[in-house]
Nanobody, 130 residues
Framework: QVQLVESGGGLVQPGGSLRLSCAASGFTLDAYGIGWFRQAPGEEREGVSAIGYEDGRPYYADSVEGRFTISRDVAKNTVYLQMTSLKPEDTAVYYC???????????????????????WGQGTQVTVSS
């Protein structure tokens, strides 16, 4: 059974940092990719970052490029999202998702499409505010 559990969210001041974790079970990270998405109130869920299953290649949205870093620990079956230089507009619920068999590398822009994922975590709240 596929399960994804996010953790690490919280309240942080602008310019601060947080590290989110996504613990996966029921599949392995060297066979399926993982994406991070976020959803702010009244907004659509948007892709933030993804990591490839072959060699851990990272993918980023323009809005977070240079500030966020995605990584994985295959032995722990866990993906991380290190977020730095956080801005108020980063405030959202963050979700990790398991890539489906239709999310194949190289991803191109496909990693941002919700329908390329077939399992979602419950989300973790990130609030950036002074």
């Amino acid at each position: 059974q596929v399960q994804l559990v996010e953790s690490g969210g919280g309240l942080v001041q602008p310019g601060g940092s947080l590290r989110l974790s996504c613990a996966a079970s029921g599949f392995t990270l060297d066979a399926y990719g993982i994406g991070w998405f976020r959803q702010a109130p009244g907004e659509e869920r948007e892709g933030v970052s993804a990591i490839g299953y072959e060699d851990g290649r990272p993918y980023y949205a323009d809005s977070v490029e240079g500030r966020f870093t995605i990584s994985r620990d295959v032995a722990k079956n866990t993906v991380y999202l290190q977020m730095t230089s956080l801005k108020p507009e980063d405030t959202a619920v963050y979700y990790c998702a398991k890539g489906s068999r239709y999310l194949r590398e190289p991803y191109g822009s496909s990693w941002t499409r919700h329908n390329r994922y077939d399992g979602w975590g419950q989300g973790t709240q990130v609030t950036v505010s002074s």
